[in-house]
Antibody, heavy 117, light 107 residues
Framework: EVQLVESGGGLVQPGGSLRLSCAAS????????MNWVRQAPGKGLEWVSI????????YYADSVKGRFTISRDNAKNSLYLQMNSLSVEDTAVYYC??????????WGQGTLVTVSS | EIVLTQSPATLSLSPGEGATLSCRAS??????LGWYQQKPGQAPRLLIY???NRATGIPARFSGSGSGTDFTLTISSLEPEDFAVYYC?????????FGGGTKVEIK
């Protein structure tokens, strides 16, 4: 059974940093591209970033480019999102999601990031 | 960036009725479009990929159609568990984008 478990969310002040983690199990982690998708309270879904299985390709949404960095540790079956220069607009539930055949088939339960003073 | 526009924003229907949800892309996405269902407090669930293929375990009452810029998600007969928010998502070009969602609510 595929399992994705996010962690690392919490309350952070504007301008601060946070690192999210996603622990994956139940599949061969290196084989799949992994994504971060976020959802602001009461709002829709916003794709954030993707990283290929071998970590040689990454893409970012314009809204986070230059501030967020996606990475993975295939030895630890883990995905990460380093978030710097956070603003209140980054407040959201952050989901990690596995991509299979171009779409997001498996999702974690999400971790809440709140940016507030 | 490809913009996906979903309509209507809200659909008020009764169990047993059919539902038709629309997603229009600002430029062609070929068939690289998916549909997701999200219930309150839950992560999204993939329903349809490549415009018309049901994901594993998705009931046959869900079907997708379309190509290019116009897509439809059809629920043939609404079950109580189908009342939720539905999002379309394109995988044709970066950045990936989602539509704003259609809420299917109980009338």
């Amino acid at each position: 059974e595929v399992q994705l478990v996010e962690s690392g969310g919490g309350l952070v002040q504007p301008g601060g940093s946070l690192r999210l983690s996603c622990a994956a199990s139940g599949f061969t982690f290196t084989t799949y591209s992994m994504n971060w998708v976020r959802q602001a309270p009461g709002k829709g879904l916003e794709w954030v970033s993707i990283i290929s299985g071998t970590a040689n390709t990454m893409y970012y949404a314009d809204s986070v480019k230059g501030r967020f960095t996606i990475s993975r540790d295939n030895a630890k079956n883990s995905l990460y999102l380093q978030m710097n220069s956070l603003s209140v607009e980054d407040t959201a539930v952050y989901y990690c999601a596995r991509e299979t055949e171009r779409f997001l088939r498996d999702w974690g339960q999400g971790t809440l990031v709140t940016v507030s003073s | 960036e490809i913009v996906l526009t979903q309509s209507p924003a809200t659909l008020s229907l009764s169990p047993g009725e059919g539902a038709t949800l629309s997603c229009r892309a600002s430029q062609s996405v070929s068939s690289f479009l998916g549909w997701y269902q999200q219930k309150p407090g839950q992560a999204p669930r993939l329903l349809i990929y490549d415009a018309s293929n049901r994901a594993t375990g998705i009931p046959a009452r869900f079907s997708g159609s379309g190509s290019g810029t116009d897509f439809t998600l059809t629920i043939s007969s609404l079950e109580p568990e189908d009342f939720a928010v539905y999002y379309c998502q394109q995988r044709s070009s970066w950045p990936l984008t989602f539509g704003g969602g259609t809420k299917v609510e109980i009338k």
